[in-house]
């Protein structure tokens, strides 16, 4: 009994002490419509539920409680936590970021790189802790929910005088819920400490990185500095230590091994898509392999370009080169250290490629080049600066230019056998030549870091131009191939526009090349945060014109939409024509309306949200056609008016393309109606070009408005003693048999009468097509019959009277 009353005295104190709580909390609420009013309270359970609740809800008690048992990760960081913010604060408040200006651009990324690291180990921490802080919300919610319940099941059960063995249940589920909320609450509270922590040792961080990343743009800024003491003075000062040389290259190369590890490792979503890019891109290769090794692969015309197809047989090194290319672009914050190895690893596959497509007389020298490639990039990894780096440096730049010279005197680039290499020789070898002396002499005045740039960046420039004019060839080459198969020859628009889509789309792929040429270019060279400052500059000058702000990023938008505008309402055009109306048998002018209102559609919504880019309102739109509506309505009336018609003649079809018709004395066939005039071919071969207005306003004759068959008629003329059932027959039979003469109606010979001399007869017979023609074929095929039948053609009988003699 005693028992039973202290775990009803707990109970009660516990319920005070949440009801008091409670009220605390309502208090410091602000009072809205959403507040919880005693009867918004959550319901009790009905005494005749509680034991079974009782041992639900104690169940559910236990399996949240193994839910939030300690995560050997979370206690892992936990324990480890507070020496790696000592470590990483330490490092923070090292004096070495007094004296930046004194370090050297490697020295810079390696630490800026050292950080990277440290932060994306921090970062995951941070999305560790905050999965788990997820995880104890949801739970002490649904602790709260049980609480607030069977407290009100338990002043319930106190109304209704609940046997004490109820009440038992009720207070040892309270007691139960509210240990498991206290012990939530404190592993809540240390993972939002442990959390603060880790979010504040990221932003230090991120402010050192800044700050080292100004220190490189500073050092940038500062190339025609000497830097270091001219060579001369240098070699009177310094030693050579070039074991120390290659083991700060060995251990920069190592740290950044590890980068790339970590780097990866710490995006596992990216590496599932690369993943699936890479079983895509092998089952796509894998196919067009299987196709060439079948003598299958092209099934059209074949394309005056198929050596460039020759990559079809390196099925491997196409697919090394394809995923690095999906890697860059969805990895596409890489570190350098990436950035790096995989420039270094594509060149074997690049290599592969350019083997089937390039003489081999300069594949020699790319193997030279890609051994000059490597040196600087090892060369680039070094730690230290001094004599060592000095002369490595000038030492490749030496053997570049030596390997150029030599490539030109031996006109290797005659035997290149494509127009971009030669143009490569041709004028841009000799500015290289002219920029890696400048590299030397740099180098020995002593402002190494220009020397470093430019031989950098002259290797960076032409690797990523090999790169990427293998991609071209590749990306190219497929979508050649693409369009060349027999599965695409169902579409008229690829049947019909083929060559035209590979020139525009090979275009495309082509600037898009150049333009990340550029991109890595500018970023090798470290101009890339000046250059897309200055672009940012550029378009944000702007005028204000009136009560309108006019920019230039708003003219580059205006452009750019309007050009957009006009490729969507071509390209909407063609596929409607090509595909739609080609296909589907609409009714007679429907195609043309649907074509003409689809482009006026697009393109009145282009030039709207083209100038709505430039700030322009619809407000702003009225008044001004509403100022101009007089003027216009003068001065274009013509145009106005020939407009207009253009719009009613798409609706009422009084004429369509391909209709025979006669307007203003001028007989032929409509070529196209357009918005102010339409174009007639006449029959002679001339193109007339008739305003819309006259089409609306004057007498038109259309040979083919409801029906395209013209009935035509032959007369013939006999002597008076041939057969006249023998003339009607032949007459017939030459109709029938001709093939443009229509069989419905059926061609009718008939009698017409006596001449003075004759006997006359007229051919009636039907043509859809070919009028002109067939129409003289009929009169010829007549001809001949009546004279294969030896029926005369009727002579005129003249009588001459002779006068006597005498009279005159």
Known sequence: ??????????????????????????????????????????????????????????????????????????????????????????????????????????????????????????????????????????????????????????????????????????????????????????????????????????????????????????????????????????????????????????????????????????????????????????????????????K?????????????????????????????????????????AVRDLILFIIFIPIMRIIQTIAAKEIIPYLYSYFALFFFDMVEKNALTEGLDERFFLMTIDIAMIALIIFYIKKHIHLAAGFSLLKSVIYKILPLIVLLLIGAILANIYGTVLLSSKITHGLFIAIHSSIIFYTLT????????????????????????????????????????????????????LGFENKFNTFVDETLGLSWVVGTTTISVNSIVSFVVILLGTWVIARTVQIVLEVELFSRVKFSRGVPTAISTVSNYTIVISGILIALSSLGITTQQLALVFGALGVGIGFGLRNIIANFISGIIMVFERPIQIGDTIEVDNTMGKVIHIGTRASAIKTFDGSEVIVPNESFISSKIINWTLSDERRRKELNIKVAFDSEIETVLDIMKEVALAHPSVLKEPEPLATFQGFGDYYLEFRLYYWLADNLIVAQSDVAIGVYKRLKEADIATPMPIQELVMPKEGEQ
């Open 296 to 336: 299958r692969l092209f099934v059209k015309s074949i394309s005056r370009q198929r050596k460039t197809f020759f990559f079809i047989k390196r099925p491997l090194s196409t697919f090394v080169l394809l995923i690095a290319l999906v890697n860059v672009v969805v990895f596409n914050d890489q570190p350098q």
């Open 1 to 294: 009994m005693s028992r039973s009353l202290l775990t009803l005295f707990l109970t009660l104190t516990l319920i005070i002490t949440l009801s008091l709580n409670a009220e605390e909390l309502r208090d410091d609420l602000p009072v809205t419509s959403d507040h919880k009013t005693q009867a918004e309270r959550p319901a009790f359970i009905p005494l005749s539920d509680v034991p079974e609740k009782a041992v639900e809800t104690l169940n559910t008690l236990k399996e949240i409680a193994r839910s939030l048992n300690d995560d050997p990760k979370v206690q892992e960081v936990h324990t480890a936590l507070p020496a790696y913010t000592e470590a990483i604060q330490a490092y923070l408040d090292s004096d070495i970021y007094q004296h930046l200006d004194t370090l050297n651009t490697r020295k810079l990324q390696k630490i800026r790189y050292d950080w990277r690291i440290y932060q994306e180990k921090l970062k995951d921490w941070e999305t560790l802790f905050n999965e788990q802080i997820t995880l104890f919300d949801k739970r002490g919610k649904e602790l709260e929910s049980y609480s607030e319940l069977w407290s009100a099941t338990h002043i319930n059960a106190n109304k209704e005088n609940a046997p004490e063995v109820i009440q038992n249940h009720i207070a040892n589920v309270i007691i139960k819920t509210e240990e498991l909320r206290n012990r939530v609450k404190k592993q809540y509270d240390l993972l939002l400490t442990d959390t603060n922590t880790i979010t504040t040792m990221i932003a230090k961080i991120d402010e050192k990185i800044t700050l080292l990343t100004k220190a490189e743009e500073a050092l940038s800024n500062r190339l025609l500095h000497q830097d270091q003491p001219p060579l001369f003075e240098a070699l009177q000062e310094e030693e050579f230590n070039t074991l120390e040389y290659f083991k700060s290259i060995y251990q920069n190369i190592s740290d950044k091994s590890n980068e790339f590890k970590i780097y990866y490792q710490s995006n596992p979503g990216k590496k599932a898509i690369v993943t699936l890019s890479a079983l895509l891109i092998g089952s796509f290769i894998g196919y067009f392999f299987w196709l060439y090794r079948q």
């Open 473 to 524: 060839i590749i990306l190219s080459g497929y979508l050649i191939i693409l369009l060349r198969r027999r599965i695409d020859l169902v579409s008229n628009l690829l049947d019909k526009y083929s060559e035209k889509i590979e020139r525009n789309v090979t275009l495309f792929i082509k600037f898009i090349m150049v333009v990340w040429w550029f991109k890595i270019l500018i970023r090798t």
